[in-house]
């Protein structure tokens, strides 16, 4: 990885960490209701910053996944409990509404940001610097989340969290590592998408997941499938149907003009 790569990817990764504490402080602070709906809005953002940063061109059809897959996260916040913790200031609250709607923000313009370094990276990106540029982006996206942790004292309650997890103190620090493989895995698909396609797909498949995973609830939680879930599962099955649909048609429409017309050779009329 050359230094202006480097650079790049290290910049991204203290935003993504900035990033995380947003998401952290906002959400703890907000009712489901409220949170769900702000976080709808990541892939709007994510759209409009890829217009701006790498001229993301746009279809009718690409269009109506984000429009579709926006409204389908936003569906899941319907009927939800008005869980708005006891005690908490008018202050606190506002604080939380507008800390998460920059966390939707920032990670909107994160994905178009790796797309541009891709661009602007002067080198040829690989499936082995992609994965370089993953290690690097989360090796400061955690350096900036430990330094918090380590000014906040955080790390001196996690031994009493541990022994107050239902489940076990053991279990408790096999989740917490669990979880990290599997984010890790998660922030590596993302870039690879990216690589492979467009910041835009990778928002959309992220917002995919929010009505898949409500979805997994009920199989594996025995949670009530409310209507609002369906609607929402159906929705987001239209907009990656669509978006899908509008890259095949684009992509038979690049193939016909690259095809050459054979001409058919002349015959001379006059043999002798």
């Given amino acids: 990885m050359k230094p202006p790569l480097f650079i790049a990817s290290s ?96 990670y909107g313009f994160i994905l178009p940001l790796v797309e541009l370094t891709y661009k602007k990276g002067k080198q040829e990106i690989s499936y082995a610097l992609v994965m370089e540029y993953q290690m690097v982006m989360s090796l400061f996206a955690t350096l900036f989340c430990t330094v918090g942790m380590l000014v906040n004292n955080d790390f001196k309650v996690i031994g009493r969290e541990a022994r107050d997890f239902e489940l076990g103190e053991g279990r408790y620090y096999v989740i917490a590592v669990g979880s990290a493989l599997i984010w890790q895995c998660f922030f590596l698909g993302v870039v690879g998408v990216i690589f492979c396609a467009s910041s835009l797909l990778s928002g959309i498949l992220i917002s995919v997941l ?52 054979t001409e058919m050779p002349q015959v001379d009329s006059n043999p002798c």
């Fill in 11 to 106: 910049v991204v990764g203290i935003i993504a960490g900035l990033d995380n504490y947003l998401y952290a402080y906002g959400m703890a602070r907000l009712p489901v209701s409220t949170s769900a709906l702000i976080i709808a809005s990541q892939l709007a953002f994510t759209a409009g910053f890829a217009f701006l940063l790498v001229k993301q061109k746009f279809t009718s059809f690409s269009v109506n996944a984000v429009f579709l897959l926006s409204i389908g996260a936003a569906v899941l916040a319907l009927h939800t409990n008005n869980d708005r913790p006891n005690g908490e200031s008018n202050k606190e609250y506002v604080l939380g509404f507008l800390m998460t709607l920059a966390a939707a923000a920032l």
């Fill in 210 to 261: 929010l009505p898949v995973t409500e979805v997994l609830a009920v199989i594996f939680y025995d949670e009530k499938f409310q209507a609002e879930k369906g609607v929402s599962l159906l929705l987001s099955l239209w907009g990656i149907i669509s978006y899908f649909y509008g890259e095949i048609k684009q992509n038979n429409k690049k193939k016909m003009k690259q095809t050459p017309v």
